[in-house]
């Protein structure tokens, strides 16, 4: 099992390496696997498509979901050439995965410029002492949505 994870992540690696040489966005790749084998891959896209969310987990997250045709990552693995950004690991819970692998760590990323500290910090803070001002707007309108959401009965949970 232990050369699979390796040879899985460096895929993961490759993809990274081969989106630093393109410059497409940062030297990032992502692979998600189901059952021993590849099903989907990832590279972050962010300056190709203009797109601050396409970093390679969330690129492999998609590609994967609609190869599944499901919106949840059951019994899937990710590997990442990278420890997960706070946006990345939104997407990772949200698609539930049952592991995640990484090769180089946030300081690493840090270190060639790629820095998430301020980010995993402003989430911490209380709204308002954000860096980015947040305020709340009509929350008994969209209390509503969600309550007629909840009256639909439409047995969807995720």
């Known amino acids: 099992m232990e050369n699979k994870k390796k040879k899985f992540m460096m895929k993961a690696l490759q993809l990274a390496r081969m989106n630093s040489n393109k410059m497409n966005g940062g030297p990032f790749g992502a692979v998600v696997v189901k059952d021993g084998k590849i099903i989907a891959t990832g590279v972050n896209s962010v300056l190709e498509l203009n797109d601050p969310t396409a970093h390679a987990e969330i690129v492999a997250i998609r ?29 990772i819970y949200w698609a539930r995965p049952k592991k ?59």
Request: glycine share 4%; with cysteine; hydrophobic share 35%.
């Open 100 to 158: 995640v692998y990484f090769a180089a760590t946030r300081k690493d990323a840090a270190e060639a410029g790629f820095d998430d500290e301020f980010i995993y910090t402003e989430i911490a803070l209380d709204m308002k002492d954000r860096k980015i001002p947040t305020e709340q707007l009509l929350h008994d309108e969209a209390k509503d949505i969600f309550d007629h959401w909840n009256n639909l009965d439409l047995g969807i949970h995720y």
């Open 63 to 91: 590609n994967a979901c609609k190869k599944l045709n499901n919106y949840q990552l059951d019994d899937c693995e990710i590997y990442s050439s990278c420890e997960p950004c706070p946006m990345c690991m939104g997407a």
